[in-house]
């Protein structure tokens, strides 16, 4: 089958190879007015890899998990969670640390994680707030992040390489204001990148242009983790065409993607991916 990248909605993208799927944060439900997929799309999950304990992120990765029997990767915590409360047994879980960027292979990826750091949110400041502001649409999330999902779980960006070398990095939500150039920097060194997915939302655009110049891919696919979320709760986001922009106007040579619902991306026989590395 052809390699390809496809995109579900909130965060959920997919890796898909001979080998298999190896998901990101798979999510269906229905959720602040949107259902795009469901769960019979990722019924061929082979891997899961889970970025964070939101719950836009995670509710739906057990539900996943026990349907199709996937292997699920993330931070120990992500882990630990998801053996105690939602009683994913231990041959599906592969705890990775993002703090010591730890690698784990299986058959078809090897997959590496890094930390990231989120905008900032005060979950008890949010909860009052919401109280007293009888936002429920707020007070729901707040409170079903606090219960039913690893909230405090570090944020997980991951690296994976491909049999033929090709490497994909989902950067998440990392492109805002508090990473550093440094620690973006750091992750270019690191991490050789053809294809960055990158998370874009509210002002963020030239964050992810710092992104894109540390990590220097050949592909860029932006995606907007929040966009119904942040439609319920009153927060705009500058358009899409206005990341995409900025980063072909700073970088000419990349080529861009804005992901909707339904997006794919074929990756064999790109002629960016099959190019000879430069030395």
């Known amino acids: 089958m ?9 965060s959920a993208l997919s890796i898909e190879t001979a080998a298999g799927a190896l998901f990101f944060d798979p999510f269906f439900r229905p959720y602040c007015g949107a259902e795009w997929f469901h769960l019979e799309d990722f019924e061929h999950a082979k891997y899961i890899c889970v970025t964070h304990g939101h719950e836009e992120h995670f509710l739906d990765v057990p539900v996943v998990a026990k349907a199709t029997g996937a292997t699920v990767i993330g931070a120990p915590s992500v882990c ?15 705890a990775i640390d993002p703090k010591r960027f730890e690698t784990v292979n299986v058959p078809g990826f090897r997959i590496s994680a890094f930390l990231w750091k989120h905008r900032d949110i005060n979950l008890p400041k949010a909860l009052t707030r919401a109280l007293f502001q009888g936002n429920t649409t707020q007070l729901s999330w707040a409170w079903s992040s606090a219960t039913n999902a690893p909230f405090y779980s570090p944020y997980t960006g991951f690296h994976v390489e491909l049999p033929d070398g090709v490497t994909v990095l989902n950067y998440n939500e990392g492109f805002n204001s508090k990473m550093t150039d440094g620690e973006i920097a750091d992750l270019g060194r ?36 929040h966009e119904k979320f942040h439609a319920m709760m009153g927060a705009v986001s500058e358009p899409w065409s206005r990341f995409a922009d900025a980063v072909r106007s700073r970088f000419p040579g990349i080529e861009v993607h804005i992901a909707e619902p339904g997006f794919e991306l074929s990756l064999d026989g790109h002629a960016l991916l099959t190019s000879p590395k430069a030395a």
Do not use: E
């Not at 052809?2 to 909130?10: E, L, N």
């Open 80 to 94: 630990s969670f998801l053996k105690s409360r939602r009683g994913i047994p231990d041959t599906q879980l592969k």
């Open 2 to 10: 052809a390699t390809k990248i496809r995109y579900f909605g909130w």
């Open 190 to 225: 690191r991490y050789r990148t053809d294809i960055l997915l990158a998370g874009m939302q509210l002002n963020f655009m030239a964050d992810v242009v710092r992104g894109v110049a540390a990590l220097k891919p050949k592909i860029v696919v932006l995606y907007p983790p």
